[in-house]
């Protein structure tokens, strides 16, 4: 199968995932097969806008295969705040990973066989990169200013500015700042350019020992909208 114009969302150790990709010019749908992680494509200029996601089950075909039918009977079987996980952790993400336990915080319809739904876009967006220490330029073209549609703090995989780091620095991929996108959106909003420094003392230290990064999401806006 192949896609375009799409961002990738990696779900780790669900036995069933269902995912559908919204983008702005197709719509594709794919399930995964049993303990697969899955991937897709990425786009250059893409970036994830979840619109839902549903953990529980809402009807007897979905990943009911070798299933006994007392486990797939219950189609009113759903976890409240689902979405609101996956838009907190993927949102603004060009790519995003994480591992099944986010949603499983509790089971919602005990004896059910589940599975994990999502629906999200993919949208023209700019993603800057600035590695702890160092500083972000945000800039955009005379006629233009920026509008940041989300920055954090922290780190969220292994590889991102790990360059000769210790591995025990770059082990804790679930850190993040809960102001830093207050912070950018402050000094930044419906400006041309602005320098954010990706240091503890402007976006606060939520993980002692870990090597962050600042990620950074913006679109650019004509002046005057």
């Known amino acids: ?12 150790q669900f036995s069933c995932l ?7 010019w ?3 749908a794919v399930v995964t097969f ?16 979840v619109q839902g996601a549903l953990y529980g089950r809402t009807d007897r075909e979905t ?5 006994p039918a007392r486990q797939v009977a219950n189609t009113r079987c759903s976890q409240r705040g689902a979405v609101d996980v996956l838009k907190r952790r993927c949102d603004g993400k060009k790519v995003c990973e994480f591992n099944s336990d986010v949603v499983r915080t509790s089971d919602p319809c005990r004896g059910t066989y589940k599975y994990l739904e999502t629906n999200y876009t993919c949208f023209p967006a700019i993603r800057v ?3 702890e220490g160092s500083v972000a330029h945000l800039f955009c073209a005379k006629g233009q200013v920026i ?10 995989d292994q590889t991102t500015c790990s360059y000769r780091r210790p591995a025990s620095q770059v082990q804790n991929v679930s850190c993040s700042s809960f102001t830093s996108n207050t912070v950018v959106a402050e ?4 400006k041309n350019n602005c320098t954010i420094s990706a240091t503890n003392s402007v976006l606060r230290d939520s993980c002692v020992g870990t090597y962050k990064y600042l990620e950074v999401i913006i679109t650019l806006t004509p002046t005057g909208l």
Not at 18 to 24: K, L, N, P, W, Y
């Open 147 to 156: 509008f940041v549609y989300g920055a954090d703090y922290g780190r969220s």
């Open 129 to 131: 990169i600035a590695c």
């Open 18 to 24: 269902v995912t559908f990709f919204t983008a702005e």
């Open 34 to 49: 049993p303990s697969f992680p899955f991937s897709g494509c990425v786009t250059d200029h893409g970036v994830i806008r």
């Open 26 to 28: 197709d719509i594709n």
């Open 187 to 190: 000094r930044c909003n419906g």
């Open 1 to 12: 199968v192949i896609f375009q114009h799409c961002c990738t969302l990696i779900i780790k």
């Open 63 to 67: 990943c009911s295969e070798g299933r």
